[in-house]
């Protein structure tokens, strides 16, 4: 017997069951919503992490070169590790001497102070272009003269490379604690032009 309710018109009413269409895509765009947001976060978070491994990659980088410098002070205090490079150009990387071989590296007595600063500076530099994106480095006196004769008063190590998020870099500037900084941190000797917050630098200083 059918027990369903009678409508006016005699005929019994069809009981409403599940959802209907507009709810099913309602749904669907919630969580269309939900899924792009948490991927936005996934590839900021990315994105964050290897501006953290940069910028910590360049410090170990430049205190690496200051460890070398300190163990040949005579090529130092000559002049002998200026790097003239900049981020647009670069002056050419001092080539392997003969007294280094791959084999057996240097041989105790066998380099000059100059040869030793030259085989630094090759490996040092091809370590930069490989382990930072887009990574160039400058040696220069404190001054910021590039004069070999300035070098016996310090130098300075500046370490360059591509940092895509620099725009939300916190600004170090005093009175902008909160502010961002829209440009690059590295001296005009390495960057003439600062505008490009994409261009990032360490800098170490060295004193004989």
């Given amino acids: ?11 019994p009413a069809r009981q409403q069951r599940g959802f ?5 895509l309602i749904v669907l765009i919630v969580v269309s919503i939900g ?11 990315m994105s964050y992490g290897l501006t953290a491994v940069s910028r910590s990659t360049s410090a ?3 205190y690496d070169m200051a460890d070398r410098m300190r163990a040949n002070l005579s090529g130092l205090v000559a002049g002998n590790y200026l790097l003239n490079q900049t981020w647009s150009g670069s002056s050419a990387v001092p080539a392997m001497p003969s007294c280094f071989t791959t084999a057996t590296g240097v041989t105790a007595g066998n380099c000059t102070a100059a040869e030793i600063a030259a085989i630094d500076l090759n490996q040092w530099t091809a370590r930069v272009a490989a382990e ?10 404190l001054d910021g003269s590039g004069k070999v004769a300035n070098f016996r008063n310090g130098v300075r190590i500046i370490v360059g490379y591509s940092e895509r ?29 600062n505008s490009d917050p994409s261009i990032q630098c ?4 060295v004193a004989p």
Avoid: H, K
């Fill in 132 to 141: 930072l994106p887009s990574g160039r480095a400058r040696i220069e006196a």
């Fill in 1 to 11: 017997m059918d027990r369903r309710p009678i409508r006016p018109g005699g005929l």
């Fill in 60 to 62: 170990s980088l430049a």
């Fill in 20 to 24: 209907s269409l507009i709810e099913v």
């Fill in 202 to 205: 360490f800098q170490l200083d």
């Fill in 165 to 193: 998020n620099a725009a939300a870099s916190p600004s170090t500037a005093p009175g902008t604690r909160n502010a961002y900084s829209t440009s690059s941190n590295c001296p005009t000797s390495f960057n003439s032009s």
């Fill in 35 to 45: 899924l792009i947001g948490l991927a936005g976060l996934q590839v900021n978070a």
